[in-house]
């Protein structure tokens, strides 16, 4: 594998890898283990989770969107902690020059 390669033009770049031999159906390229991964269940179970029982509106199984926004206010919580966070090595490694929520500003952060 060659790591990190990047794909994309100008600001909009982004890293990910190249196989450099052939790659067999359903072998492992790289495993994490779980307690790794940012998951659904990893976010929902958190320090979190009272937030999301009180708001089911949002962040409930039944809204269409309830998953993915457990997920995205676990990452901005955890993004807020800074080097607190058990995870901050994970976001050291994101990248930083597209416009992504994770990236901006912390002025515009707190705006929104």
């Known amino acids: 594998m060659l790591y990190p390669a990047y794909f994309g033009e100008g600001d909009a770049k982004y890293p990910g890898l190249i196989a450099t031999e052939n790659i067999e159906p359903k072998e492992a390229i790289i495993t994490v283990p779980s307690r790794l991964a940012i998951t659904g269940k990893t976010c929902y179970y958190s320090e979190l989770k009272f937030l999301f029982d009180e708001n089911p509106e949002v ?3 039944n809204q269409n969107d309830g998953e993915d926004n457990v997920m995205l206010a676990f990452v901005l919580y955890q993004i807020g902690l800074k080097e607190k966070s058990f995870w901050y090595p994970v976001f050291q490694t994101w990248p930083k020059d597209t416009d992504i929520l994770v990236t901006w500003p912390e002025e ?3 705006h929104l």
């Open 108 to 110: 515009d952060l707190e």
């Open 59 to 61: 962040f409930g199984a």
